[in-house]
Nanobody
């Protein structure tokens, strides 16, 4: 059973930055395109950013130019650098494959507030 573990969230002021990390219990990253998702209170989970096995990236319009997804297959890890954070970025952030193939982890809470 693959376990996904997200970390790096926290409370940050508007305009601040955070770097999220995602690790898997086994090395799945070299096989799949990976993605970050988020779920804000009272809303459905949404796709935020994706990265292919060849490291091509794509982003939701709401985060384009502010967030950067990257991966390190040797460390079984995917990252999300988040800059210029806004209150509307407040959510629990999750990683998974681009097809959400595996059980969701616990996520990491990101709160953007002054």
């Amino acid at each position: 059973q693959v376990q996904l573990v997200e970390s790096g969230g926290g409370l940050v002021q508007p305009g601040g930055s955070l770097r999220l990390s995602c690790a898997a219990s086994i090395n799945i990253f070299k096989f799949y395109a990976m993605a970050w998702y988020r779920q804000a209170p009272g809303k459905q989970r949404e796709w935020v950013a994706g990265i292919t096995s060849g490291s091509s990236t794509s982003y939701a319009d709401s985060v384009k130019g502010r967030f950067t997804i990257s991966r390190d297959n040797t460390k079984n890890s995917v990252y999300l650098q988040m800059n210029s954070l806004k209150p509307e970025d407040t959510a629990v952030y999750y990683c998974n494959t681009d097809q959400a193939r595996y059980p969701w982890g616990q996520g990491t809470q990101v709160t953007v507030s002054s």
